[in-house]
């Protein structure tokens, strides 16, 4: 299954950057698009998620307040992130997920599917 990551990259703390995803296989589905990160030597973390057919969201605390996520029409989910700090570093997956799993997440395929992967890293 095919989840095309865009964006990442460098950025300093207190700056932006953007993340997109190609989820338009999925957009008629009941799934959560999600956005899941991978710091160095660390489990993975649910950091968002919006639903397919509302607009409800889910942040996670450590991220709350400065990322945004947001969907569109033909299925291309958006991670808006301001305000970045070096924490954020990561790898951060696009992740299409059966549910909004914030304690217990793996790659398996019984979570849903998920992108390659795409590395932010946040330095000075």
């Known amino acids: 299954v095919m989840l095309p990551e865009s964006g990442g990259g460098a950025a300093q703390p207190g700056e932006s950057l953007t993340l997109s995803c190609s989820a338009s296989?999925?957009?008629?589905?009941?799934?959560?698009l999600s956005w899941v990160r991978q710091a160095p030597g660390k489990a993975l973390e649910l950091v968002s998620g919006i639903y397919t057919h509302s607009d409800d969201t889910y942040y996670s605390d450590s991220v709350k307040g400065r990322f945004t996520i947001s969907k569109d029409s033909a299925g291309t989910v958006v991670l808006q992130m301001d305000n970045l700090k070096p924490e954020d570093t990561a790898v951060y997956y696009c992740?299409?997920?059966?549910?909004?799993?914030?304690?217990?997440?793996?790659?398996?395929?019984?979570?849903?599917?998920w992108g390659q992967g795409i590395q932010v890293t946040v330095s000075s």
């Open positions: 992740a299409v997920l059966f549910d909004l799993y914030k304690n217990k997440l793996s790659r398996a395929p019984e979570y849903g599917y």
């Open positions: 296989t999925f957009k008629r589905g009941n799934y959560y």
